[in-house]
């Protein structure tokens, strides 16, 4: 809730508890009125800061160069390595470290960007259904394309007199239902600017239009943007974020990057007022978004992989095509200033939904079949599993660039490298067996390591009293507690998960 809105239901409250203590038995029907004239102003509130907007977009735009993407920094990754033959016992021997990377905790979905005022819903007699595809759901929304305003060209004072038509009370319906599938499918932010995108092609195909609209609609939702155009005239939108992003232009507007969604220009001619309340867009996934899609989307094959140590212990699964697409999507991006955290963003990500061998819910049936074991024994089944049951090549040799993976991309694609390993095991140790994990980033590679409930024997950092003990997923056949030959003496950096 918003804070003007607060503020109304505060003040509502207050008119209540005044009006019950005068013993006033018309007190319902004053209420009623107040409600409404609070509504009343919402509304009015919402309306003017549209129409001052309005106005900036009449006039208030300026020239950008635009910046060339960021790319992820090249890492010359150390190849795998077996257990020798003739490997010495396990000692217990601390492991030095420089740094600890930390990014913010996720904020919960209550979070998510909100509009300045509340939208309504407009109850209609006869209402024009449309439908749009993403990833794999059929998205339902209410707009008649008969209707909707149109551009006759992409003059200032035409997107502002289309921009303010767009704000009237028979398109609300459309703001509302995005919002509404927002909240039941769980979109995190940047599907959610995805499915907008959709909408706005649905209504008027790949247009000026239908970007004046998705900006339209992407900023009343409570979301940070800004309006640019390029040399010929053709509408872009630019997007605010939290994290840096990789892989998208950008400028820079009083030292806040915006990146391009879409086209790429090399100069921009920017609207570059800000909106009360606006906010940037999140990279984090709160929660599972593929329960809905479940119905619609398609499973891959199932991969089988099988832990070496462990012949009789197997675990295979599939996962939604939709979801990998959705990933191939995801921008990924680092936050407070230090690359490392991009590893952190995707081990921070939920598990959505995909299915295991014999049609078992891949979490519940990986803790059944582990439960029987010590805790231990668990870490040891999962780490062996990692390190023996995934080919390894470089992200190099598949991908031709740096593209790390989240967790279930890596459950899904033949080959994977140690940062992918790592982020696997480090999610299924903290959801399967609910043992705390940090990411250890060493010169040219990347291990974890483990907080044990018992004492367990091995190479540890020590972290604010806890012991986290060693677990390399990319150091094959090797047993909790081995560090990766020629990795001892380097300094490594903790990498923090939640």
């Not at 939709?322 to 230090?338: F, Q, R, V, W």
């Not at 089944?381 to 989240?406: H, I, P, S």
Request: hydrophobic share 35%; charged share 25%.
């Amino acid at each position: 809730m918003c804070k003007r809105s607060g503020c109304i239901l505060l003040a509502a409250l207050l008119y209540v508890c005044h009006a019950v203590a005068q013993d006033n038995g018309a007190f319902l029907d004053d209420f009623s009125r107040f409600r409404q004239q609070a509504l009343s102003e919402q509304r009015d509130f919402r309306q003017k800061a549209i129409s001052e907007y309005a106005d900036f977009l009449r006039q208030a735009w300026h020239n950008y160069d635009l910046m060339r993407p960021i790319k992820p920094r090249k890492e010359k990754w150390i190849p795998p390595t077996r257990i020798p033959k003739d490997v010495e016992p396990v000692k217990n021997k601390p492991i030095d470290y420089d740094d600890v990377i930390a990014i913010p905790k996720p904020a919960d979905k209550e979070k998510q960007p909100q509009p300045i005022e509340p939208v309504e819903e407009h109850k209609e007699d006869k209402e024009t259904q449309l439908s749009t595809g993403v990833y794999c759901l059929d998205i339902i929304f209410r707009a008649d394309k008969k209707k909707l305003p149109h551009l006759a060209n992409t003059s200032n004072a035409e997107i502002a007199r289309m921009w303010t038509q767009l704000s009237e009370k028979q398109y609300g319906n459309l703001l509302y239902d995005c919002l509404q599938n927002r909240s039941v499918y769980h979109f995190c932010d940047w599907v959610y600017l995805h499915m907008l995108d959709s909408v706005s092609q649905e209504c008027y195909g790949k247009s000026n239009e239908a970007t004046l609209l998705m900006a339209y609609l992407y900023q009343q939702s409570g979301y940070k943007m800004r309006l640019a155009k390029d040399d010929s005239g053709e509408l872009v939108l630019l997007f605010a974020s939290e994290a840096k992003l990789f892989n998208y232009p950008f400028i820079t507007i009083d030292k806040e990057p915006f990146y391009v969604y879409g086209s790429h220009q090399k100069k921009l001619t920017v609207c570059d007022a800000a909106f009360p309340g606006e906010k940037s867009l999140s990279l984090d996934i709160r929660e599972d978004m593929s329960s809905s899609m479940i119905v619609t989307c398609g499973l891959t094959d199932v991969r089988v992989r099988k832990a070496e140590r462990y012949p009789d212990w197997y675990m295979g699964c599939s996962v939604m095509d939709g979801m990998l697409d959705l990933y191939t999507d995801y921008p990924s991006g680092y936050m407070n200033g230090n690359e490392m955290t991009r590893w952190a963003l995707l081990a921070n990500t939920p598990w959505q939904l995909h299915l295991v061998y014999d049609s078992l819910v891949w979490l519940p049936s990986v803790k059944r079949e582990l439960s029987a074991f010590p805790e231990l024994e668990q870490v040891e089944r999962l780490l062996n599993w990692v390190q023996t049951g995934f080919d390894y090549k470089t992200d190099e040799e598949v991908w031709g660039r740096e593209r790390a993976f989240f967790a279930e991309e890596t459950l899904y694609y033949p080959y994977c490298d140690c940062e992918d390993r790592s982020i696997l095991f480090s999610k299924l140790v903290r959801d399967v067996v609910g043992l705390k994990v940090l990411l250890v980033y060493y010169p040219g590679h990347m291990a974890t390591a483990v907080k044990f409930n018992s004492e367990v024997a091995g190479d540890y950092i020590l972290l604010n009293g806890d012991r986290y003990v060693v677990c390399d997923p990319t150091y094959i056949n090797a047993t909790v507690g081995m560090t990766m030959p020629n990795m001892d003496n380097q300094k490594a950096k903790v990498i923090l998960l939640d």
